[in-house]
């Protein structure tokens, strides 16, 4: 069984239902939506990603022989209904923001429209797809915010949640505007440009440090990046300055030097005036080691020398906001609206979309939700389509499209919001329509 | 190329300082070990937990063909390297704590001696299956300790990080003490025990409430779990009430009911009171939303009637400690003991033992961390062999023995780590060897 592809990657709540609606023949089209039901107090925009891991996930969503044989071995289920799961495949539609769009709370990103078994079961997959990306975009993209023209690399996968996050945030961070990523299978995988240095380990494992510092520009020529924290920065630093004559007479380039310890702006300094007073103007400063982008800020504030920076579990963590409050919820079956009214949890019922204005200025203004039918003049529709009866519309957006449509958005951000400023939040209005719905809903489920 | 078993699932890094480890021959055996620098403010202790997926890693560890076909063709290596890393499997042994063991900062969970390459190599999904799973276990077991006597099941798949990340934590939180998780995918791949109940979704696909639960009561007739609180929580539960006697007569008992939203502990009691006074006395009450430790802690300590709990994201993300402080670091070279002495990030060098001594009562004393040849009276040494030569020792410990483990680990803490207090913090010594040993090092490199 595949982890990530197999149909068994879901909660058992979901099959036990499915055997309900089976029991019943309760097949109707369903219409469940996807949304956040309320942004964290540090995140005044989010952006959408993880599309393409759901398209990709509903196009070839089927139980395996084996997975089948374990359904059946597990005594939960009728036999009638585990050969019905055997044929069961995503026949549905899927309408979406697309990858790189910034939204805000209450707006649905992505809808399904299927019979109700099929929407139902693809509910934890898609959940866990979606929220993961959408969370490491909106994360990156703050530190594209404010460090811009400096190289962003991710360096998370250590510490990201296994093996799946350590590359969907190399995707997703690359998305959003990140430079590329250090982990090397995001490359044959999703393209994402790599980036590799040293550890410390490969300078404590020569017997000096400037043989480790020779041996390694011997070995990538093209990309000579010296660690230089192991034992002492700055005298690390004298002997880059030592070693650039006697690498140059064999045509080699020191490109830069990484600090990964210590009061990391007082290093970039003191390395800075090292390496210029011998010489070494091109050499770049690349730093990493806790950084996110408040010490980014900080940092880029105080004019620290610094031209790169690698991050990583902060990112790969989102660590300050580690999971998002969002929902798959069921707004309509066999053509009626549905609404849930739990406390603190209501949903806006029926098929919804987003209309975006924009002021004068170009910038975002504010945006409606409203139900589908009720089409509004001048606004951007966000919601599109991007799958019919199970097969994709179009292929897949490439990723330098979706880093161009991030790059667009956040420049149509309200000024304060690109600055980080969460406040005054972003204006996001519910028509008339959509309030009339949920009374006439609310009037008919008690 | 496989997600979880690629040999691409590393840093670049790695690579590159393969290529110049090739370059000169650097071959001879190093030691690696792993270890948490600093626990963070509510850790008071951590759980060891990943060595399993870990060892499965080492074993399998190799370069498919398509894998050296995209390394060759990236222009970053040398053919003869390339060839090298076809060949290249994992020879090396392993020393550990198993998984369970109760540990500390400074204390080396994991051990690798193995030719440097190879050592190298494994780093970056090393780290990544020991962190996450040392991660979720040990915010388990707090869950564990506060909550006694109660049915805790892991809900977090949805909002877990990745496909990996919700399997993983589903285990790691099995081993801490969990009864089981919603992720039915958990229960083929590792034997987990698996729960599940209905969304809000079932009860609003049909036309009326009770429909819904009658609906699920045929279609789990042995496991008849209803979620009460789609529309109204107490006239929900007295729906219940009243479809008991039906269903009582075909056989079939409701087990319990779930809430999942409002003030738990208020709705707790008001159900309560509305299932005994309807003879539902038998009913459990199951809870769910935004729940964690602290959360578990308060509503015991109101008495409030609950008798289970389903946890999600703040379990699956460790939301309050998205990550830990760790590090795989280089302790010994070609037969002489290394060390990095970065600021803040200064490692202990050689390779070490941890002895755990006991008081009068069986409780943890203290621990002293010193060199594997410096034996200790009387403590018991915790790090023990798990691979030679790149096989296993004994075949995978069951996960009932790692939860029989953890249940006597968490018996013996001190009492006020046992109530989550984590002032002051447990004894961790470095032992005088250890100590004359870094003097040793930090003369020799400069």
């Known amino acids: 069984m595949d982890l990530q592809s197999s149909a068994l990657l879901t909660d058992l709540y979901e099959l036990t239902m499915l055997q309900g609606y089976f029991d019943r023949g309760m097949e109707e089209i369903a219409v469940f939506e996807f949304f956040v039901r309320k942004l964290p107090p540090t995140r005044g925009f989010l952006i959408a990603a993880g599309l393409e891991q759901v398209l990709n996930y509903l196009e070839n969503l089927h139980f395996t022989s084996d997975e089948l044989e374990w359904l059946a071995s597990s005594g939960r289920f009728s036999k009638d209904f585990v050969d019905y799961l055997g044929r069961l495949r995503f026949t549905g539609d899927v309408h979406a923001m697309p990858e790189g769009t910034i939204f805000f709370s209450d707006e649905p990103i992505l809808r399904i429209t299927a019979p109700l078994p099929q929407a139902q079961l693809v509910e934890s997959r898609l959940i866990n797809l979606l929220h993961f990306q959408i969370l490491i975009a909106s994360k990156a993209a703050r530190m594209v915010l404010v460090a811009p023209g400096k190289l962003l690399v991710d360096f998370g996968l250590r510490r990201a949640h296994g093996a799946e996050a350590g590359l969907l945030a190399a995707r997703a961070s690359y998305l959003a505007g990140f430079s590329g990523s250090a982990t090397v299978l995001a490359a044959p995988l999703f393209g994402v440009p790599i980036y590799g240095t040293m550890a410390h380990s490969f300078v404590q494992a020569h017997e000096d440090e400037i043989a480790a510092f020779e041996n390694f520009a011997h070995a990538q020529p093209d990309n000579v990046v010296l660690l230089i924290d192991t034992y002492d920065t700055e005298a690390a630093a004298r002997k880059v300055v030592a070693l650039a004559p006697r690498l140059k007479k064999e045509g080699i380039t020191i490109k830069s030097v990484r600090l990964d310890s210590g009061d990391l702006a007082d290093h970039a300094r ?6 210029d007073e011998g010489g070494l103007k091109e050499v770049r400063i690349f730093a990493s080691g806790s950084l996110d982008e408040y010490v980014l800020r900080d940092l880029i504030a105080t004019n620290a020398p610094i031209d790169g920076f690698g991050i990583g579990s902060r990112l790969d963590t989102s660590s300050d906001v580690p999971y998002l409050d969002c929902a798959y919820k069921l707004q309509e079956y066999a053509g009626r609206a549905r609404r849930k009214r739990s406390e603190g949890k209501a949903t806006w019922p029926g098929r919804k ?21 009720d089409t509004q003049e001048n606004g951007k529709a966000l919601v599109q389509p991007f799958m019919k009866a199970g097969r994709r519309l179009a292929p897949p957006e490439p990723l330098s499209d979706l880093r161009k449509r991030v790059a667009e958005e956040l420049a149509r951000l309200p000024e304060h919001l690109q600055k980080l400023q969460e406040e005054p939040p972003y204006p996001v209005k519910i028509s008339k329509t959509l309030l009339d719905l949920a009374q006439a809903v609310d009037a008919r489920y008690r």
């Open 270 to 275: 003191k390395v800075r005036r090292i390496l």
């Open 353 to 373: 979309q987003v209309y975006r204005y924009y002021g004068p200025d170009g910038r975002m203004a504010y945006d409606v939700v409203t139900l589908e039918e």
